[in-house]
């Protein structure tokens, strides 16, 4: 009996070291696992922010073959007759590339505004609702030239969408629109234009014959920053009025979850302004949902 006794707790010493063992591997083993998951994360943030930088990059190409839908705030003042007006516009943007075959692309790019404005068209008034669409599409070489130049070519198109009289003009309009860049290293510059005539429409509205011309210049960060100088400015051959506003913007692509997205926020001076047009400092703000290929 009193060896029996005696043997007791050298068992229990034995298991307990054994257990011991046991709960020092399973540690090991959870420690290897989780350094492993650290390893692999860490391996995967300089991935993304290559990928992203090359994301934010795609974005200062109108042509890239890249899916995104832009929406767009614009915040305009000093509108109407008085100049007391304020404008608030959404434009939808959204950019759809279609693979023609191996050595060509089409571009697709929409905008369309959602606008509320009061004061515009006199003290007191208020107008909302949606306003014209410019649908444009470039036809567009898949790889940049030898001198590494990027283009693209095709018909811009306006349809009266609007809503309401006062936020569309009432009137089709077709023309050429273009775009030429250039992109070496983090530098993003060239211009987009497009030209527009109407040829149909409500016959008590006014005849369209507008010029839009957009140059711009971008930089972008290898962390997905862009800093970006534009303007988008609107030569009216009817009226021969300039509507200049000079856009500075900033975006920075991100990820909520798995999907990537841009925002970008910016300051906007009318450097010259139509007769009723916004005056004096606007502002910016911009959501891009992106879909890379």
């Not at 992203?52 to 007759?81: C, E, H, M, T």
Request: glycine letters at 10%.
């Amino acid at each position: 009996m009193h060896i029996a006794q005696g043997s007791a707790p050298k068992r229990s010493r034995r298991a307990i070291s054994q257990r011991g063992r046991a709960g020092t591997s399973r540690s090991s083993s959870h420690l290897a696992h989780g350094a492993f998951a650290i390893v692999l994360a860490i391996g995967a943030v300089p991935a993304w922010a290559a990928d992203s930088a090359d994301l934010a990059k795609q974005l200062s190409n109108p042509v890239a073959a890249l899916i995104s839908v832009p929406f767009q705030y614009n915040y305009d003042r000093g509108i109407g007759p008085n100049h007391s007006g304020h404008r608030d516009t959404v434009n939808i943007q959204p950019v759809v590339p279609i693979t023609l075959n191996a050595d060509w692309n089409l571009i697709s790019r929409t905008i369309l505004p959602v606008t509320w404005q009061h004061d515009v068209t006199g003290d007191g008034s208020s107008q909302s609702g949606l306003g014209d669409t410019v649908q444009s599409f470039f036809f567009s070489p898949a790889k940049p030239t030898a001198a590494g130049t990027i283009w693209g070519l095709g018909p811009a198109l306006l349809l009266p969408t609007a809503t309401d009289s006062q936020l569309g003009g009432k009137k089709w309009g077709a023309g050429p629109t273009g775009v030429i860049l250039q992109q070496s290293g983090p530098w993003t510059y060239g211009g987009l234009a497009n030209h527009i005539w109407s040829y149909a429409g409500q016959s008590s509205r006014p005849g369209v014959s507008s010029t839009f011309l957009q140059p711009f210049l971008a930089y972008t960060t290898p962390d997905a920053i862009t800093y970006g100088l534009n303007t988008e400015s609107t030569y009216d051959w009817k009226k021969s009025e300039w509507s200049v506003p000079i856009n500075l913007q900033v975006s920075k692509v991100a990820k909520i979850g798995d999907q990537p997205v841009s925002f970008q926020v910016g300051l906007r001076y009318w450097a010259e302004s139509a007769e009723n047009g916004p005056r004096g400092w606007g502002g910016r703000f911009t959501v891009t949902l992106l879909f890379p290929k």
